[in-house]
């Protein structure tokens, strides 16, 4: 009789101990996969990341933009070549020069809105060689020794009774599933980021077409620094995932395997919450609003 008891709780603790072990290998996993996803989301540009898209926003920003660019710029310079005559003593004091200087500006602006597209992609060519070079050496020191960790786990794991071990069994399923959820939200804040790119680089003419006005020129300036803030952006994300990684490899569960996987919670949440706080940062160090 003691032998079927004996048995029956031996079958038990191996099922609680299989599934708790399936969950963790599975929420270690979820960390490196989580880790290389994100950086090679932020890697991409926004050609390499749907070149269908691409194809739209480009035909988009030359067929469409360009147009509405053009009469912005017959609009600005005109007003400004206005202004720059009148103010010369009510046309009495002409000079060669001014014409002169108006001229350099139209070519300038209308080089610079016949190229929008391309002098905009070239900011975030700039912006992903940046990235790259952050991955190549964050991804060499936060790489997770899931075997190793997991292996700890499951020394500590073996001694449990049934009750702690269906404690641990709900804690380990709670937290994957939290995991899964915020995988999701930071898969919303790396989709967000490309889809806003495309939204700037669909409108680049226009107020590239402002630049060199001196009383208009402060909208294709800020334009500027928000292509700049969007590609640091993604410097920053890499930052915060070297971050997270440290922390997750630093987590000592020798002590306590439950606050161990709450740990592990934390930090995911954490990540989550400074991802969406990269665009406000980088904004702000920008300068752009």
């Known amino acids: 009789m003691f032998d079927l008891f004996e048995t029956i709780e031996q079958t038990i603790r191996e099922i609680l101990i299989n599934f708790i072990s399936g969950n963790l290998n599975s929420m270690f996993t979820d960390v490196n996969e989580r880790t290389i996803g994100i950086a090679g989301e932020v890697s991409q540009t926004p050609q390499q990341w749907n070149p269908g898209i691409f194809s739209m926003i480009q035909a988009l920003s030359e067929n469409v933009m360009i147009p509405i660019a053009g009469m912005i710029i017959a609009f600005v310079l005109c007003y400004e070549l206005i202004t720059m005559i009148t103010e010369k003593n009510n046309m009495q004091d002409m000079d060669i020069a ?5 001229c350099f500006k ?7 809105v016949n190229n929008a597209f391309v002098l905009v992609m070239a900011v975030f060519d700039v912006g992903q060689h940046l990235v790259r070079s952050a991955a190549s050496v964050i991804n060499q020191d936060t790489y997770l020794n ?21 404690q641990l069994a709900l804690e380990t399923m709670v937290v994957s599933l939290c995991m899964k959820i915020i995988s999701i939200l930071i898969t919303v804040v790396l989709y967000g ?6 939204l700037y680089v669909s409108v680049a003419p226009v107020p590239i077409a402002t630049v060199t006005n001196r009383e208009w020129g402060q909208v294709g300036t800020n334009y500027v620094r928000g ?3 969007l590609g640091f952006q993604g410097f920053f994300i890499m930052v915060i995932i070297g971050i997270y990684c440290v922390l997750v490899n630093q987590m000592t569960v020798s002590a306590n395997v439950h606050s161990a996987l709450f740990s592990i919670a934390a930090y995911t949440v954490i990540l989550c919450f400074a991802l969406f706080k990269t665009g406000s940062v980088s904004r702000s160090i920008m300068n752009a609003h």
């Open 106 to 112: 139209v070519m300038v602006a209308v080089y610079l």
């Open 98 to 102: 001014i014409l002169l200087k108006w």
């Open 146 to 166: 899931a075997d190793a960790t997991i292996g700890m786990m499951q020394g500590m794991i073996g001694a449990m009774e049934i009750g702690e071990l269906l």
């Open 193 to 198: 980021r490309m889809i806003e790119i495309f």
């Open 227 to 229: 292509l700049a803030a």
